[in-house]
């Protein structure tokens, strides 16, 4: 079983940062690549970014290029969304999801979700 837990969640004023972190953990956990997702009351699940965890590449949402970047930590189970030139339309809950195979945007390809982890941005 594999677990995902994010932190990092709170409440900043527009043009401030934060960073959230997942952490993975589990017997099996060799994921190929971890994403973030967001959701925003009464909107659909939104593609943040994905990040490869053999090569580093990178790939992100329009909406957030520029202002986000995902990273991992050396051991490649922990990876971190860092969020910087928020925005109140950033408000939401981050969720961070892991796949088995492949390197994508869309959430029906992730394997394993976090609980998530509410961000709000305050004009």
């Known amino acids: 079983q594999v677990q995902l837990v994010e932190s990092g969640g709170g409440l900043v004023q527009a043009g401030g940062s934060l960073r959230l972190s997942c952490a993975a953990s589990?017997?099996?956990?060799?994921?190929?690549?971890m994403g973030w997702f967001r959701q925003g009351q009464g909107k659909q699940r939104e593609f943040v970014g994905t990040i490869s965890l053999s090569s580093g590449s990178t790939y992100y949402g329009d909406s957030v290029k520029g202002r986000f970047t995902i990273s991992r930590d050396n051991a490649k189970t922990t990876v971190y969304l860092q969020m910087n030139s928020l925005k109140p339309e950033d408000t939401a809950v981050y969720y961070c999801a892991a796949r088995s195979t492949g390197y994508g945007m869309n959430p029906n390809n992730y394997d394993y979700w976090g609980q998530g982890t509410q961000v709000t941005v305050s004009s």
């Open positions: 589990g017997r099996s956990f060799r994921s190929a690549a």
